[in-house]
T-cell receptor
Framework: DAGVIQSPRHEVTEMGQEVTLRCKPISGHNSLFWYRQTMMRGLELLIY????????DSGMPEDRFSAKMPNASFSTLKIQPSEPRDSAVYFCASSWGAPQGTQYFGPGTRLLVL | GNSVTQMEGPVTLSEEAFLTINCTYTATGYPSLFWYVQYPGEGLQLLLKATKADDKGSNKGFEATYRKETTSFHLEKGSVQVSDSAVYFC?????????????FGTGTRLQVTL
């Protein structure tokens, strides 16, 4: 299996621009998670889906952030408009077999907002 | 609420030294416990896990025992290698719900020198 795939791997944008991060989970997994990692705040869960349905979005920092999962093989995390404080590494992870299913992480998208 | 506390890093060891990274947790139920490892520039990888009290997880020479009485899950390795240099995250998930939502510690950076 190819593992969790994220794109792009690196993104540099200017403040105010829209940013879209993409994730393809492992085939057959039914849960998908979006995390943000920064030096200051560590690893934060933003939102997670089960069977394509958002279960908990309490970690989404504000309305500028939105996430969708239109089907079992694709999810997006969108930031509009972006701000410099959004600069971070964003990870997607997927799992199967709740509640103890192991989460498999993608390589991450490193976002820099200037 | 649920939380995970890890020892502050960085931990610097010479090759072949003994490693312990402390992890304690607070949970409202009976969690499963995990150690994830993050190598530079990569996503997190599951290192080992334990799903009930007194279970021992092990992988690649690393071990951790689920201690309910002390609410701990300390990571140990008898002889570290330079290639073990990474950030180690302790995490828990509760054995309820529809998805394996993880609560992470802040991570402990390990640096192994020759």
């Amino acid at each position: 299996d190819a593992g969790v795939i994220q794109s792009p791997r690196h993104e540099v944008t200017e403040m105010g621009q829209e940013v879209t991060l993409r994730c393809k989970p492992i085939s057959g997994h039914n849960s998908l998670f979006w995390y943000r990692q920064t030096m200051m705040r560590g690893l934060e869960l933003l939102i997670y889906f089960n069977n394509n349905v958002p279960i908990d979005d309490s970690g989404m920092p504000e309305d500028r952030f939105s996430a969708k999962m239109p089907n079992a093989s694709f999810s997006t995390l969108k930031i509009q408009p972006s701000e410099p404080r959004d600069s971070a590494v964003y990870f997607c992870a997927s799992s199967w077999g709740a509640p103890q299913g192991t989460q498999y992480f993608g390589p991450g998208t490193r976002l820099l907002v200037l | 609420g649920n939380s995970v506390t890890q020892m502050e890093g960085p931990v610097t060891l010479s090759e072949e030294a003994f490693l312990t990274i402390n992890c304690t947790y607070t949970a409202t139920g009976y969690p499963s416990l995990f150690w994830y490892v993050q190598y530079p520039g990569e996503g997190l990888q599951l290192l080992l896990k334990a799903t009930k009290a007194d279970d021992k997880g092990s992988n690649k020479g690393f071990e951790a025992t689920y201690r309910k009485e002390t609410t701990s899950f300390h990571l140990e390795k008898g002889s570290v290698q330079v290639s073990d240099s990474a950030v180690y995250f302790c995490a828990l998930t509760l054995n309820t719900g529809t998805a394996s939502k993880l609560t992470f510690g802040t991570g402990t950076r390990l640096q192994v020198t020759l």
